[in-house]
Nanobody, 125 residues
């Protein structure tokens, strides 16, 4: 089965940096887009950054210039480099893989969407 596993969260002071990683495992043929979402307490989950298989990126305005998303397509891994962190960046960060073609439930399937379990990022002031 396809699984996404995030790592790299933790506690950091404002102005500091963290690097999140997300590795997709399983028998995967292709992934269209990989991205990071976050959900702060009492708020809805929001898109932070996304990168397509072609390398195009998109960011929520609040992180532009501070966060950088990158991808190792050969390893089905996506990264989020977060610099100049602010207390308002505190949230659970979730990895997403969209448009996945993989072996699932014993058959080749496409157009699937998977989520990681999340990693907590806490930025202290």
């Amino acid at each position: 089965q396809v699984q996404l596993v995030e790592s790299g969260g933790g506690l950091v002071q404002a102005g500091g940096s963290l690097r999140l990683s997300c590795a997709a495992s399983g028998i995967i043929f292709s992934i269209n887009a990989m991205g990071w979402y976050r959900q702060a307490p009492g708020k809805q989950r929001e898109l932070v950054a996304v990168i397509t298989s072609g390398g195009r990126t998109n960011y929520v305005d609040s992180v532009k210039g501070r966060f950088t998303i990158s991808r190792d397509s050969a390893e089905n891994t996506v990264y989020l480099q977060m610099n100049s962190l602010k207390p308002e960046d505190t949230a659970v960060y979730y990895c997403n893989a969209d448009g996945v073609a993989a072996i699932f439930a014993g058959a080749r399937r496409s157009g699937m969407d998977f989520w990681g379990k999340g990693t907590l990022v806490t930025v202290s002031s």
